[in-house]
């Protein structure tokens, strides 16, 4: 009888090594943050908590510091540490797959075991209603053997009730991993079935959401100027700097143009934090000199006034080359129509949401300020709007959503004082404080981009966040 004890104590021996793996191992494993309740409990498994409907967007109109706020509510974990439960998730499936398909050839070894267990039960039985029913017909050594029999039998009744028991609780860890990979399947399906592709897709269909929130709340009227920020103090009184506003987010170069007139060396840094540093950058020498400070880079080229007259330049700057190059008709140059600082300021080129524009003055204007909206590919005059006001007494302007607005001086004390609106060909006196902070503005150039004023002040290289105003139908169309 030494054999099928031997054979019983294996299986029972096997089926304590899973007990043990999935009473104590298995909750370690999945430990991320989370729980997983045992047989007969409510089962809840929380890997991470996240907004129910994934990415949230919220925006907000305007802010108490006067930015246009569009506030991105994302999953608590970020990308990186969604990757590092992705590949914890996984190796937990394998494990449990690994299990569970141990637990099948456990289940089969059982199925062979019972029906040996319950051939012996049936053995013991018969062995005990033979010995009932021999009353003295057995010979006393038939007697004795039988006896034997039954008692070396006898042990093995608690091992066969024991065995039954553990039976039943094999049946129930192998419903607890059928649960259990049903729960983490799921868990998969909503967390780590977004691989990188997916991801990037979600990223990017966020960044349209942004991006359309943005073009809601980012035209306004201009109500207020915040206080300068100060970015550096480099170059000469007068020059101009800038970054593209058509760029991607990721792209974050500066140019730095250095004067007023007669220059052509254009410094491109590679980030805002070089430009701060004055390090890793590079030079343009363009082909034809600038004049005045009011050049723009628009969607990697940069629009400038050649030297000595009406000329629009547009200089490619990856080719390193003039794309294209048009007279302005009829606008004044070489100081004859400047801002009130001088500096051959005649023609200052801007970028707001709409696009690229001039403003300039000519001699059928009698030195109003021209406003002309730019084909930025052929430099053609699409229209032109004559606001009124002469260009002489303003010491700056700048565009935000087709509406120019105009500073009273460009020294200490100035306001934007003058608002034309192009889409109603009609223009307001303001009085939004300004806060020349270096006392000698020579550029001031809004950034679409950036929501932000970007303006040489002295040799300073100065900031300014803007609050614009916005009224929003109950439908949601600004």
Same mark, same amino acid.
């Given at each position: 009888?030494?054999?099928?004890? &031997?054979?019983?104590?294996? #299986?029972?021996?096997?089926?304590?090594?899973?007990?043990?793996?999935?009473?104590?191992? +298995?909750?370690?494993? #999945?430990? +991320?943050?989370?729980?997983?309740?045992?047989?007969?409990?409510?089962?809840?498994?929380?890997?991470?908590?996240?907004?129910?409907?994934?990415?949230?967007?919220?925006?907000?109109?305007?802010?108490?510091?006067?930015?246009?706020?569009?506030?991105?509510?994302?999953?608590?974990?970020?990308?990186?540490?969604?990757?590092?439960?992705?590949?914890?998730?996984?190796?937990?499936?394998?494990?449990?797959?690994?299990?569970?398909?141990?637990?099948?050839?456990?289940?089969?070894?059982?199925?062979?075991?019972?029906?040996?267990?319950?051939?012996?039960?049936?053995?013991?039985?018969?062995?005990?209603?033979? +010995?009932?029913?021999?009353?003295?017909?057995?010979?006393?050594?038939?007697?004795?053997? &039988?006896?034997?029999?039954?008692?070396?039998?006898?042990?093995?009744?608690?091992?066969?009730?024991?065995?039954?028991?553990?039976?039943?609780?094999?049946?129930?860890?192998?419903?607890?991993?059928?649960? &259990?990979?049903?729960?983490?399947?799921?868990?998969?399906?909503?967390?780590?079935?977004?691989?990188?592709?997916?991801?990037?897709?979600?990223?990017?269909?966020?960044?349209?959401?942004?991006?359309?929130?943005?073009?809601?709340?980012?035209?306004?009227?201009?109500?207020?100027?915040?206080?300068?920020?100060?970015?550096?103090?480099?170059?000469?009184?007068?020059?101009?700097?800038?970054?593209?506003?058509?760029?991607?987010?990721?792209?974050?170069?500066?140019?730095?143009? %250095?004067?007023?007139?007669?220059?052509?060396?254009?410094?491109?840094?590679?980030?805002?934090? %070089?430009?701060?540093?004055?390090?890793?950058?590079?030079?343009?020498?363009?082909?034809?000199?600038?004049?005045?400070?009011?050049?723009?880079?628009?969607?990697?080229?940069?629009?400038?006034?050649?030297?000595?007259?009406?000329?629009?330049?547009?200089?490619?700057?990856?080719?390193?080359?003039? +794309?294209?190059?048009?007279?302005?008709?009829?606008?004044?140059?070489?100081?004859?129509?400047?801002?009130?600082?001088?500096?051959?300021?005649?023609?200052?080129?801007?970028?707001?949401?709409?696009?690229?524009?001039?403003?300039?003055?000519?001699?059928?204007?009698?030195?109003?300020?021209?406003?002309?909206?730019?084909?930025?590919?052929?430099?053609?005059?699409?229209?032109?709007?004559?606001?009124?006001?002469?260009?002489?007494?303003?010491?700056?302007?700048?565009?935000?959503?087709?509406? &120019?607005? #105009?500073?009273?001086?460009?020294?200490?004390?100035?306001?934007?004082?003058?608002?034309?609106?192009?889409?109603?060909?009609?223009?307001?006196?303001?009085?939004?404080?300004?806060?020349?902070?270096?006392?000698?503005?020579?550029?001031?150039?809004?950034?679409?981009?950036?929501?932000?004023?970007?303006?040489?002040?002295?040799?300073?290289?100065?900031?300014?966040?803007?609050?614009?105003?916005?009224?929003?139908?109950?439908?949601?169309?600004?």
């Amino acid at each position: 009888m030494s054999v099928p004890l &031997l054979k019983i104590g294996a #299986v029972l021996s096997t089926m304590a090594m899973v007990t043990n793996w999935m009473s104590q191992t +298995l909750p370690s494993l #999945v430990g +991320l943050n989370g729980t997983v309740s045992r047989a007969g409990a409510s089962e809840k498994i929380t890997l991470f908590q996240s907004p129910e409907e994934g990415w949230q967007l919220y925006t907000s109109a305007q802010a108490p510091d006067g930015k246009c706020i569009c506030t991105a509510v994302i999953p608590a974990q970020s990308t990186c540490s969604r990757d590092g439960r992705s590949r914890e998730l996984r190796q937990l499936m394998e494990k449990v797959q690994n299990v569970s398909q141990s637990m099948e050839v456990l289940e089969l070894r059982t199925y062979r075991d019972l029906q040996y267990v319950r051939g012996m039960e049936t053995l013991m039985r018969s062995l005990d209603a033979r +010995l009932r029913a021999a009353d003295g017909s057995l010979s006393v050594k038939s007697f004795q053997e &039988l006896k034997d029999r039954m008692t070396e039998l006898l042990p093995l009744s608690s091992v066969l009730e024991q065995y039954k028991a553990d039976t039943r609780t094999i049946v129930r860890l192998r419903e607890e991993v059928r649960n &259990l990979s049903g729960s983490l399947a799921a868990i998969q399906e909503e967390m780590g079935a977004y691989g990188y592709e997916d991801l990037q897709q979600r990223v990017m269909a966020l960044e349209a959401r942004l991006h359309a929130c943005a073009q809601k709340l980012g035209c306004g009227k201009l109500t207020g100027v915040s206080n300068p920020i100060t970015v550096r103090a480099m170059g000469s009184r007068f020059g101009s700097w800038m970054t593209d506003t058509m760029a991607p987010s990721a792209d974050s170069r500066v140019w730095y143009m %250095d004067g007023y007139y007669k220059g052509r060396r254009v410094l491109e840094f590679r980030t805002l934090g %070089d430009f701060i540093k004055g390090q890793n950058f590079i030079q343009h020498l363009l082909p034809q000199p600038w004049a005045g400070t009011g050049h723009v880079v628009y969607n990697g080229s940069l629009f400038y006034n050649k030297y000595q007259s009406n000329v629009v330049v547009k200089y490619h700057f990856r080719s390193r080359s003039v +794309l294209v190059q048009r007279s302005l008709p009829g606008a004044g140059y070489n100081n004859t129509f400047p801002y009130s600082w001088g500096g051959f300021s005649d023609m200052d080129f801007m970028v707001d949401e709409s696009g690229l524009w001039a403003v300039y003055t000519t001699n059928q204007n009698a030195g109003n300020i021209v406003v002309s909206r730019l084909d930025p590919h052929t430099l053609e005059v699409m229209r032109s709007w004559d606001t009124g006001y002469p260009k002489r007494s303003a010491g700056e302007a700048f565009m935000i959503c087709g509406v &120019l607005y #105009v500073t009273n001086s460009h020294l200490a004390g100035a306001k934007v004082y003058f608002a034309y609106f192009t889409n109603t060909s009609s223009y307001e006196y303001t009085d939004v404080p300004f806060h020349n902070q270096y006392s000698h503005i020579s550029m001031l150039d809004y950034n679409p981009r950036e929501r932000a004023l970007y303006t040489w002040n002295n040799g300073h290289q100065v900031l300014y966040n803007v609050t614009l105003f916005h009224v929003i139908s109950t439908s949601g169309d600004p």
